[in-house]
């Protein structure tokens, strides 16, 4: 496994990532899924290579909050990318231990027509990324978005496709938020992570 060092996390994990595994991140925008990414990303990068694609933001962005809430020694590489077959072949060619996706809803594959976040596009792309992961080892990490029903948007399908899918929930204005697992193929679904929001993430 890969431990994220952050205790809450591994905890819901049952141990920390599991290698060459699928994993979801839920959650409604502005939750903070990315911010709880680019930490565990900076202190996964002490032991591995880690590759973070921002499908949402630019470069700069990402840059800008990572400068802001993690530590100066991280060694987590940036893309910007909306394509998931440059992001398969990237998986493929086995240079990072831990590949994480900035959001489902903005990639798409050139093999179906409709437009990014549809359901077909949703479902193939991460079909594609899933078995690039698989193949290679390599530890996949998804944001989803949620809807305000609670649903991933895009389709339950999802959840089918992954091997982890981890929630945040909470009040996107303050207060804890509380991650748990809602499926674990290697762990219990039992424990629940509890988080603060300051302004160093």
């Given amino acids: 496994r890969l431990q994220t060092h952050?205790?809450?996390?591994?905890?819901?994990?049952?141990?920390?990532?599991?290698?060459?595994?699928v994993n979801l991140i839920a959650g409604?925008?502005?939750?903070?899924?990315?911010?709880?990414?680019?930490?565990?990303?900076?202190?996964?990068?002490?032991?591995?290579?880690?590759?973070?694609v921002s499908g949402e933001e630019s470069l700069e962005q990402v840059s800008m909050r990572a400068e802001r809430i993690t530590p100066k020694k991280q060694a987590v590489l940036l893309a910007s990318s909306t394509s998931s077959d440059?992001?398969?072949?990237?998986?493929?060619?086995?240079?990072?231990?831990?590949v994480i996706v900035d959001s489902v809803q903005t990639i798409s594959c050139q093999a179906v027509s409709s437009a990014p976040?549809?359901?077909?596009?949703?479902?193939?792309?991460?079909?594609?990324l899933t078995q690039a992961a698989k193949q290679s080892g390599t530890t996949l990490?998804?944001?989803?978005?949620?809807?305000?029903?609670g649903s991933i948007a895009g389709p339950k399908?999802?959840?089918?496709?992954?091997?982890?899918?981890?929630?945040?929930?909470?009040?996107?204005?303050?207060?804890?938020?509380?991650?748990?697992?809602v499926?674990?193929?290697?762990?219990?679904?039992?424990?629940?992570g509890i988080f603060d929001m300051t302004e160093k993430g």
């Fill in 117 to 128: 976040g549809s359901v077909s596009q949703i479902t193939n792309s991460t079909y594609l």
């Fill in 141 to 149: 990490i998804l944001v989803g978005h949620v809807t305000k029903e």
């Fill in 157 to 181: 399908l999802l959840e089918h496709l992954v091997d982890v899918v981890l929630n945040l929930e909470g009040d996107r204005y303050g207060g804890f938020k509380v991650l748990r697992a």
């Fill in 28 to 52: 409604q925008p502005g939750i903070g899924k990315s911010t709880l990414l680019m930490q565990l990303a900076a202190e996964l990068s002490a032991d591995h290579s880690v590759l973070y």
């Fill in 6 to 21: 952050v205790n809450d996390v591994d905890s819901v994990l049952g141990g920390g990532f599991v290698a060459g595994s």
């Fill in 183 to 192: 499926k674990n193929r290697f762990g219990s679904t039992s424990e629940v």
């Fill in 86 to 98: 440059d992001i398969a072949e990237t998986i493929l060619g086995k240079e990072h231990a831990v």
